[in-house]
Nanobody, 120 residues
Framework: QVQLVESGGGLVQAGGSLTLSCTAS????????MGWSRQAPGKERELVAA????????YYADSVKGRFTISRDNAKNTVYLQMNSLKPEETAVYYC?????????????WGQGTQVTVSS
């Protein structure tokens, strides 16, 4: 099992940038595919980006391609989400997730979420 803690959320103006971090407990972080999802008020949770265990493969939702970058540092048990050119409609709680089975993009473990608010 893995426990996830997100940080880095906050208030940013439209067009601005934020970097989210998610630190995992345990010594098997590199065994897990990782992802970032978001949930806006009244909307379903959506997958924003994902990264394979080694970091060699990534996935992005069409809405964030070219603006968001997911990366990981297995030595630090941390996955990042660099977000640029943020839009007001991207205001949401952003969640970090780990795969279950570990290598898959099927998310079995979730962090508590971090709020991102983009002002217009």
């Amino acid at each position: 099992q893995v426990q996830l803690v997100e940080s880095g959320g906050g208030l940013v103006q439209a067009g601005g940038s934020l970097t989210l971090s998610c630190t995992a407990s345990g010594r098997t972080f590199s065994s897990y595919a990782m992802g970032w999802s978001r949930q806006a008020p009244g909307k379903e949770r959506e997958l924003v980006a994902a990264i394979s265990r080694s970091g060699s493969s990534t996935y992005y939702a069409d809405s964030v391609k070219g603006r968001f970058t997911i990366s990981r540092d297995n030595a630090k048990n941390t996955v990042y989400l660099q977000m640029n050119s943020l839009k007001p409609e991207e205001t949401a709680v952003y969640y970090c997730a780990a795969g279950n089975p570990p290598s898959s993009y099927s998310w079995g473990y979730w962090g508590q979420g971090t709020q991102v608010t983009v002002s217009s």
